[in-house]
């Protein structure tokens, strides 16, 4: 008898292994006119190293920013940097522009940068902040420790009244974090939520919407970000929430919130579009990236090789491409020409339960991939299979199979004698580690 194998979905992973063996890491569903697939995370390729971590990435007048260690710089098209001057401070910044000039939170201290001069001025009126954003050219930074926000003259960063501020009323908690979307202002405070508006009020031009209120806070401060028209962002309780209107929708899974709710350090969020996928990448530097795909409705995780998380952690799109850095000092591309990450191959891997209502032979296991797209021509894949007959806690062997070289089409991952099991206890694994897309089309049992 022939069984088809669910090993082509996203990520459940928690503790509960007979509930969980569901993975994927480093490939993520496809859905196409015949069906769903899993396809390989795409790699990068090295552009430039500015001197320091890259703590963020910015689009603006046509011009990719980058801050990396205590430096600005431009990046250009080439990808040459060009340093522009100190915006001192360590850890994530936060750059939102107006039609003339950047501002930069950095270190608690605020920075603007001219559009025509590229001349950097600190701040000194604005408060001690790590969040800001642009709303009908006022500049919004929220202020540290409190309930208050504060904004800017119109289309002036530099000038900022100590009057011009409000307060998030609706519960008496402080401010986390606060982001623009479709010209609406969403306050995240520690327990709650707001949404305000400009009403073009002479004297108080940005009050709280009607309605705009809900009972769910933030837990980081740059777990926010925009996506498929709406807000994401991980919530007060370590779930994540999609704003619908003014009602957060849970959008995680058990598996994905009991992985988050391990991690130790605070999350850095980016989103981006990426060949007809959305992503919401979530990362907790150096110990968890999990990233949720609005197009399929799917998460997975994502692991860079000998870490825990995956290396980009900030994004922006300029010069018709993609780029990408995080601590590791180097700014890169996203591209499909790559399978790898700074020389470091990407383990790709789908894990999946096999269950049957009774003691069962596994004769044959035929992997379905689309194979002989290798980046050099003179590799041969290899794919590992590894099997668990105990749930998924253990996976004592592996097994080594062959998928063809370039230009080898009809290959296919067949595993034969595999042996017998009990119901709900066998788990396969299959993984590649190669410089080749991974492509995986389904996956078929031959059982007696």
């Excluded at 954003?133 to 202020?143: N, P, Q, S």
């Amino acid at each position: 008898m022939i069984i088809e194998l669910p090993i082509v979905g996203g990520s459940f992973e928690n503790d509960s292994k007979i509930l969980s063996t569901q993975e994927a890491i480093n490939v993520y569903p496809e859905q196409s006119t015949t069906g769903v697939g899993l396809v390989g995370l795409h790699g990068t390729l090295d552009q430039v190293t500015p001197g320091g971590p890259i703590r963020a990435l910015h689009a603006a007048f046509g011009t990719l920013y980058c801050v990396a260690g205590p430096e600005l710089y431009e990046i250009s098209s080439a990808g040459v940097a060009t340093a522009l001057g100190s915006v001192a401070g360590t850890g994530t910044c936060c750059i939102t522009h107006n039609i003339f000039e950047l501002l930069i939170l950095s270190g608690g201290k605020a920075f603007t940068v001219q559009k025509d001069t590229n001349v950097i001025a600190a701040v000194p009126d604005i408060p001690v902040s790590s969040v800001c954003d642009y709303l009908d050219g006022y500049g919004i930074v929220l202020e540290t420790g409190s309930g208050r926000f504060h904004y800017t003259t119109i289309n002036d960063f530099d000038t900022i009244s100590g009057i011009d501020f409000a307060t998030a009323e609706g519960a008496p908690d402080n401010l986390v974090s606060l982001i623009v979307d479709h010209r609406e202002l969403i306050l995240l405070g520690e327990t709650s939520g707001e949404i305000w508006t400009n009403t073009g009020d002479a004297t108080n031009p940005i009050q709280r919407a009607p309605g705009g209120f809900f009972e769910r806070g933030c837990k980081s401060a740059h777990s926010s970000a925009k996506l498929d028209n709406s807000v994401i962002w991980l919530g007060d309780d370590l779930v994540v929430y999609r704003l619908d209107g003014a009602r957060p929708v849970r959008l995680s899974n058990h598996g994905i919130e009991d992985q988050i709710a391990k991690t130790t350090v605070d999350p850095i969020a980016m989103a981006y579009n990426w060949h007809g996928h959305a992503f919401y990448q979530l990362t907790f530097p150096g110990e968890l990236t999990v990233c949720f795909d609005a197009a399929t409705k799917t998460w997975h995780t994502r692991k860079t090789d000998l870490r825990l998380d995956y290396a980009p952690q900030h994004h922006a799109y300029a010069y018709g491409k993609h780029w990408v850095g995080g601590a590791n000092n180097i700014l890169y591309q996203l591209s499909t020409d790559s399978y790898e990450h700074t020389g470091e191959l990407y383990r790709s891997r789908a894990i999946g339960p096999f269950r049957t209502p009774q003691y069962a032979t596994m004769n044959e296991l035929t992997f379905a991939f689309a194979a002989g797209e290798q980046v050099n021509p003179s590799d041969e894949s290899e794919v590992f299979l590894e099997i668990s007959d105990d749930g998924g806690r253990t996976f004592p062997d592996r097994l080594t199979t062959s998928i063809g070289a370039a230009g080898q089409y009809r290959y296919a991952a067949r595993f034969h004698c595999l042996g017998g099991f009990w119901d709900a206890q066998r788990v396969v694994r299959i993984a590649m580690t190669d410089q080749a897309r991974f492509s995986l089309i389904g996956a078929f049992a031959d059982i007696t």
